[in-house]
């Protein structure tokens, strides 16, 4: 068979990927069909109608495309399933019989190492010498015939056979030209795959006497690339490419793994600015040092993170399915946060600013405790500034719209017990460390819902040395949204203004304390807005107004007036309304 033929089978190799063929119909129709199989890391291999003992046979899982191992008869899941139709009609049982690689008339070889490399192959000059002949120099011969170096094998009965050419333009090379520089031990069970021989010798002169590490080169190219590669590298667990220019190969790279198996393919990349070229490692770093370097810089190809936009699809089902997914859990006393924000919904974090004196502590109990009580779903109330006794005193108060007394005070307690509102005592505030343990125990315990944190300032006061406050304050805020996502629960962050602003100013989202990329992590942020008048009587009385700045989900913003009550201690205006309504009566 001649080259064209050769190619040929690399084309239908290459187009194979292309198949309407699915995995699982492949490895539907090898366990229908074959007694004996077994499950690899690219391949299925099976064991031929022939063979007694081996399985020579391998299916890629992906392409469908047969090979044997043995006889590298290769052809694709369609061409092979009429093959083997007619081979079992067949009494033939004949064992298929190994093929031995194409002669070449290669005559007058040298052994490089006797060759004035100067004189008589001036192509080689940019080669470093010293590492072709240290390395792999009983199987590298000078090829007067083709001016050529040359990499071969021997079958013992004076023939050579080619297996890798340096100059591989200057004629057409033989069906099972693999393309590939190094020995492949049976005991190895990690590779190294580069784009240029000499990489490989000098990976493999870094590597030593360590035979379960090889270090190979072969053409990345897939229309180049032969089948019958992709079996031999079934035994490796782990294939590396250390390749140069990776930036300018990521589609090779992307197709090989993919017939590989992903899962087991990594890649370390070739920095320029190191300063040391791979060639040169062996003469500027010891192997130690190498091992080090190598192993700090190997990084997986698979995307673990990375998904298909179809993929896991019962996810969606199960949000539209939802209405808490939908639309959020429902406030029952801020009937315009549902309006605009469509409710208080899971995995996000809002935060809730505003002037000193404008209400942020009274409104985020209070909205801590509507969406406790309308919707049953325990919640969490973290406050530094205020002593935990006040706290639960004003919650209690805000529960039974009235201010707590000795007479009152069993009933508060009594109302209290039979909702899932939950607070957390601190003595003082916590480094974020322990802060996010604490939050996961609550969340593992009473399956915590809705985290109430007031404030950002309770977190940050503790800064870790040679860290700027601003920049700490962006690290709690990024682990808050991470943990929000984590655990599917809802975090309201209090956040301070800017303490330059007057006290009367109008606050935007570019005044919350901290940096922009605190409020671009946030998915709400609510403003509470204040403004004072001197009425008729000379008093100073304020208008407070919360205003919602950022809502990412449904993008509507908007504002409502919040009207304050001594009484019940709340700020909302339903409350507000029933209150007076109340006192009327």
């Not at 995307?303 to 209405?323: C, G, M, Q, R, Y």
Request: charged letters at 20%.
């Amino acid at each position: 068979m001649g080259f064209d033929a050769g190619k040929k089978i690399q084309l239908m190799f290459f187009r194979a990927l292309k198949t309407q063929t699915k995995p699982e119909q492949i490895a539907k129709y090898i366990k229908e069909t074959f007694p004996a199989y077994a499950f690899g890391y690219s391949c299925i291999r099976v064991k031929c109608k022939s063979e007694i003992d081996t399985m020579n046979l391998f299916f890629n899982r992906d392409t469908g495309c047969v090979t044997c191992n043995k006889c590298k008869f290769t052809v694709d899941f369609d061409e092979f399933k009429n093959v083997l139709q007619l081979k079992l009609k067949s009494s033939d049982s004949t064992p298929c019989q190994p093929v031995k690689p194409e002669t070449r008339n290669l005559m007058n070889l040298k052994l490089l190492k006797d060759v004035n490399v100067d004189n008589e192959i001036p192509f080689l000059s940019h080669f470093d010498r010293r590492l072709l002949l240290k390395y792999f120099s009983h199987g590298l011969y000078y090829s007067e015939q083709y001016n050529d170096v040359i990499s071969v094998i021997e079958d013992g009965h004076g023939n050579v056979y080619q297996t890798y050419s340096f100059r591989k333009d200057i004629y057409s090379p033989p069906l099972n030209f693999s393309g590939v520089f190094g020995a492949i031990s049976n005991e190895s069970k990690k590779i190294i795959v580069t784009d240029s021989p000499l990489n490989a010798v000098a990976l493999k002169l870094l590597i030593g006497n360590d035979y379960s590490v090889i270090a190979i080169n072969f053409t990345l190219n897939p229309i180049v690339m032969v089948p019958s590669v992709i079996p031999k590298l079934e035994q490796f667990s782990r294939v590396v490419f250390y390749v140069s220019q990776l930036q300018k190969k990521y589609s090779q790279i992307h197709f090989l793994s993919n017939l590989l198996g992903i899962r087991r393919c990594f890649y370390v990349a070739q920095e320029s600015n190191e300063g040391i070229d791979v060639v040169d490692m062996p003469y500027k770093i010891n192997a130690t040092d190498f091992r080090s370097h190598f192993a700090n810089k190997i990084t997986s190809i698979a995307a673990k993170n990375t998904i298909h936009f179809s993929s896991n699809w019962n996810e969606v089902s199960d949000f539209l399915e939802n209405p808490y997914f939908m639309r959020g859990y429902q406030f029952q006393r801020y009937e315009k946060l549902n309006e605009i924000l469509g409710g208080l919904r899971l995995g996000e974090l809002s935060i809730i600013t505003g002037q000193t004196g404008s209400g942020k502590t009274t409104f985020v109990n209070e909205m801590a405790l509507d969406i406790c009580v309308s919707n049953n779903i325990p919640s969490l109330v973290f406050s530094a500034e205020i002593n935990d006794v006040i706290t639960r005193m004003n919650i209690a108060q805000q529960l039974i719209l009235r201010p707590i007394t000795k007479e009152n005070s069993s009933l508060a307690h009594k109302s209290l017990e039979k909702i899932p509102l939950f607070m957390y005592k601190s003595t003082s505030c916590l480094h974020l460390s322990d802060f996010i343990v604490m939050l996961e125990k609550s969340c593992f315990q009473y399956n915590i819902k809705h985290l109430v944190i007031d404030n950002l300032m309770a977190i940050s006061s503790h800064l870790p040395a040679n860290i700027e406050r601003m920049a700490y304050s962006e690290r709690i805020v990024d682990r808050l949204r991470q943990f929000a996502n984590d655990f599917n629960v809802h975090i309201s962050l209090v956040a301070h203004p800017r303490k330059s602003l007057e006290k009367q100013a109008v606050l935007s989202v570019e005044d919350v304390s901290g940096s922009s990329n605190i409020v671009n992590q946030a998915d709400n942020v609510i403003i509470l807005q204040q403004k004072s008048y001197v009425d008729h009587s000379e008093q100073r009385r304020y208008i407070k107004t919360l205003e919602i700045a950022k809502n990412r989900r449904f993008g509507r913003l908007g504002s409502f007036k919040l009207y304050y009550s001594s009484i019940s201690n709340t700020l909302s205006p339903q409350i507000f309304f029933k209150i007076k309504s109340a006192q009327k009566s």
